[in-house]
């Protein structure tokens, strides 16, 4: 590649850094503008499972109070029962106790009394053994802190069922403690009074104690301690969620029956898939976000389909009028574009053809210019040819050598800018010089003007493919000729040698060097001669580094280094 020729094609060129594409850029601005909708659309999306969570606790809450009543009730009647039949129990009549109240107590097990140290007086099925927990029962009655107190769940080996009983303190007139009057009920039979007819499809009742035991038909397993805990904690129901090995989870609430250690235990199937739990929040926040990718998708296709199509469409137009293809019509192949777009073809069209029409007018002004500028050559060349021709005359009538010796050079130095000069009108550029036939044009005419065949001394040239400005190559070709000049005149004696010039590309420089095989001399002591001068002005001019390397025996070479 010419050396001063490097052309930078800008359309090729790279993006701009860090510049995202208008696609990106439009959607990622109205994705921005969509969030705080679809930011809102997820609090709502939160706000509704929660209510949703909420109404299905009060749901399952509602079914316990419904299904508890009968229940408590029942528990109720028996402890006014109880008091009612005191004094009848006390005197032993338990079995006809029994017999008038199993009819009204469905849940009715047995009926007991106990006399002040615990021993059994009556029962009316069966003889019950005190037990641990019923000793610390009638010591709580007999402290006299309660009248009626409950027992939790135990197993009753005459009924062969879970029970509960419920005891009332016994005292005589003087409010002495005689004892202790019992009603035994049966677990199952008090959840079976839980079912409510109206309850909800698929939810289950059934009876807790504070253990976790429960009684009746569950759904549930034992009940975990701490959901027993936590509703003793807080005096009222809770919802929990019971993880089943079956595959589907259970929503359990858990309250209390009363005042007492009996927990109404109400479970349900938890939601599918496709329940208000799900449904609702995803409702919420789904169909917001389906509108949200719809609209980026929608903007999508319309920027491509509106903007970005269009705007490459531009592009590739002015890649073609930038190869300066003004004649293309660009409008009409915008016909289906936006208007805005459209008039934006129509514009690039009329200012591709006003560059066309001033591109013309400026090639014809470059024409005229040019053959001016050549023909100004030509005659300078021709004059300069002219002037050669009164010297070679004036220097066949000198006699003195010296005299001939400055007629000689003056006539080189004169045939290299006629050289020059002619070299520029037969180029086709004329800002620059191709240098290497340039270069060979001057020494081959240089060679023959010196006699340097019949002297037998050898020329050898080697130039690279550089192009220099034309303003160079007028002081580059009287250095050259100073130099090889020198060389004939002073560097080689009878048996000849040898002149090397070369031209290359370095890097970023350029460097013309001329090296002879002669005879050599000083370099440091000889610097004061008109030809070192003018070698050394001809630098200067060129903004070169100029440096010459010669001892005696070894010859000479002048080396230029120039900038690209």
């Known amino acids: 590649m010419p050396v001063s020729d490097k052309k930078e094609n800008r359309l090729d060129g790279p993006d701009t850094p860090n510049a995202a594409p208008l696609r990106n850029k439009l959607v990622l601005t109205l994705a921005a503008a969509l969030t705080p909708v679809l930011l809102l659309s997820a609090f709502k999306a939160y706000i509704d499972a929660r209510d949703v969570r909420e109404d299905q606790r009060k749901t399952l809450v509602l079914a316990a109070d419904a299904a508890i009543d009968g229940a408590g009730q029942s528990l109720k009647e028996a402890e006014l029962l109880l008091s009612l039949y005191e004094s009848r129990i006390a005197a032993g009549q338990c079995s006809g106790t029994y017999n008038d109240l199993i009819e009204y107590l ?44 409950r027992s939790d769940a135990f197993f009753g080996n005459a009924s062969n069922a879970w029970l509960f009983t419920i005891s009332r303190r016994v005292v005589g007139p003087a409010g002495e403690f005689k004892g202790v009057n019992t009603f035994g009920i049966r677990a199952d039979k008090l959840a079976e009074l839980m079912r409510a007819e109206f309850l909800p499809d698929g939810v289950q009742v059934s009876l807790a104690d504070q253990d976790g035991r429960v009684f009746g038909e569950p759904l549930v397993g034992p009940i975990p301690a701490e959901w027993i805990e936590a509703v003793k904690s807080t005096g009222d129901a809770q919802l929990f969620r019971m993880d089943r090995k079956e595959g589907y989870n259970l929503d359990v609430v858990v309250k209390p029956v009363g005042s007492t250690n009996i927990y109404a235990v109400i479970s349900r199937p938890s939601y599918g898939i496709w329940n208000d739990i ?27 389909g509106l903007v970005l199509r269009w705007i490459s469409r531009l592009t590739r ?74 010297l070679n005359l004036q220097g066949r009538q000198l006699r003195d050598p010296q005299a001939k010796e400055a007629i000689a050079a003056t006539r080189h130095r004169i045939d290299a800018l006629a050289i020059v000069h002619q070299t520029l009108y037969q180029n086709e550029r004329l800002e620059s010089v191709d240098m290497r036939p340039f270069l060979t044009g001057l020494l081959n005419h240089l060679a023959d003007a010196l006699g340097m065949t019949e002297a037998g001394i050898r020329l050898v040239q080697s130039y690279s493919d550089i192009q220099r400005d034309a303003d160079d190559a007028i002081p580059m070709a009287l250095f050259i000729v100073e ?32 090296v002879d095989s ?38 000479c070479k002048h080396r230029l280094v120039m900038g690209v």
């Open 106 to 149: 469905p849940a009715l097990s047995n009926v007991a009394s106990y006399g002040p140290n615990s021993e059994l007086i009556c029962a009316a099925v069966g003889k019950p053994t005190p037990t641990r927990e019923t000793r610390i029962l009638h010591d709580r009655l007999r402290a006299g802190g309660d009248v009626t107190l």
């Open 278 to 304: 799900v449904v609702r929040p995803a409702t919420s926040f789904g169909l917001p976000l389906l509108a949200f990718a719809v609209t980026l998708l929608a903007a999508w296709m319309a920027i491509d």
């Open 317 to 390: 137009t002015v890649r073609i009028y930038g190869a300066g293809r003004y004649q293309f019509r660009a409008g009409n192949s915008f016909t289906d574009a936006p208007a805005e777009i459209s008039s934006l073809a129509r514009a690039m069209e009329v200012m591709a053809q006003d560059i066309d029409h001033r591109d013309q007018e400026l090639k014809e002004a470059i024409a005229t210019r040019d053959a001016a500028v050549k023909e100004i050559h030509h005659r300078v060349k021709n004059n300069l040819q002219i002037v050669t021709s009164f």
């Open 483 to 514: 130099a090889v000049t020198n060389a004939m005149k002073y560097a080689f004696g009878d048996d000849g040698g040898e002149v090397s010039v070369t031209l290359a590309a370095e890097q970023d420089k350029v460097v013309l060097e001329i």
């Open 518 to 555: 002669g005879l050599g001399y000083d370099a440091e002591a000889q610097t004061s001669g008109l030809g070192s001068k003018l070698m050394m002005a001809f630098a200067r001019q060129l903004s070169a580094e100029f440096s010459t390397e010669s001892k005696p025996g070894e010859g």
